[in-house]
T-cell receptor, first 116, second 113 residues
Framework: ETGVTQTPRHLVMGMTNKKSLKCEQH?????MYWYKQSAKKPLELMFV???????ENNSVPSRFSPECPNSSHLFLHLHTLQPEDSALYLC???????????????FGPGTRLTVL | DQQVKQNSPSLSVQEGRISILNCDYT??????FLWYKKYPAEGPTFLIS?????DKNEDGRFTVFLNKSAKHLSLHIVPSQPGDSAVYFC????????????FGSGTQLTVLP
């Protein structure tokens, strides 16, 4: 496997279900990200992890719970979601330097989530 | 309020001609700009970037121009090819928050054969 992989690619879940999205990067990067893309909207940054530590949480509801066990893996745990949470969830990684260094982010193919 | 705007949701261009995709931003702290391309069922892929110390960056058929006074950047693709048909996203970041990328809503480019 190369680049950034995400599983599953498609997920349909009910509002009472609990599910998890998985992301793995094979690029040796130290920073990982979760984005949400709703129809016709810009990508919205949800969470940032740098060296396994969460550094950003952009006011995301607690029904989304990220987990980063190591620099290569990132999970997004989902529970009691709402239909409006249906979207494409994208994972990305980058080699993050010091403040002032610019990061080119590499994206996975995304998970298309539908909440019924 | 969107800090990065792509006001054209779609653009159609004839093969061989120039494609010009535009992007405007409002945050004067942005000092690094990127373009990503996205095909259906794939994640965005990095295309080209430009730092605010430059006003032009070129990579093969792709050139990005930055007009800081107008807070405007554009991506030129010449000559356009059918394989360039995709959604193009503009993104911006500031050195004070290097991990945060703010994206525009994208422009669907269709290159007609």
């Amino acid at each position: 496997e190369t680049g950034v992989t995400q599983t599953p690619r498609h997920l349909v879940m009910g509002m009472t279900n609990k599910k998890s999205l998985k992301c793995e990067q094979h690029l040796g990067h130290n920073a990982m990200y979760w984005y949400k893309q709703s129809a016709k909207k810009p990508l919205e940054l949800m969470f940032v992890y740098n060296f396994k530590e969460q550094t950003e949480n952009n006011s995301v509801p607690s029904r989304f719970s990220p987990e980063c066990p190591n620099s290569s893996h990132l999970f997004l745990h989902l529970h009691t979601l709402q239909p409006e949470d249906s979207a494409l969830y994208l994972c990305a990684s980058s080699q993050d330097g010091q403040l002032g260094a610019y990061n080119e982010q590499f994206f996975g193919p995304g998970t298309r989530l539908t909440v019924l | 309020d969107q800090q990065v705007k792509q006001n054209s949701p779609s653009l159609s261009v004839q093969e061989g001609r120039i494609s010009i995709l535009n992007c405007d931003y409002t945050n004067s702290m942005f000092d690094y700009f990127l373009w990503y391309k996205k095909y259906p069922a794939e994640g965005p892929t990095f295309l080209i970037s430009i730092s605010s110390i430059k006003d032009k960056n070129e990579d093969g058929r792709f050139t990005v121009f930055l007009n800081k006074s107008a807070k405007h950047l554009s991506l030129h693709i010449v000559p356009s090819q059918p394989g360039d048909s995709a959604v193009y996203f503009c993104a911006a970041s500031s050195s004070g928050s290097a991990r945060q990328l703010t994206f525009g809503s994208g422009t669907q480019l269709t290159v007609l054969p």
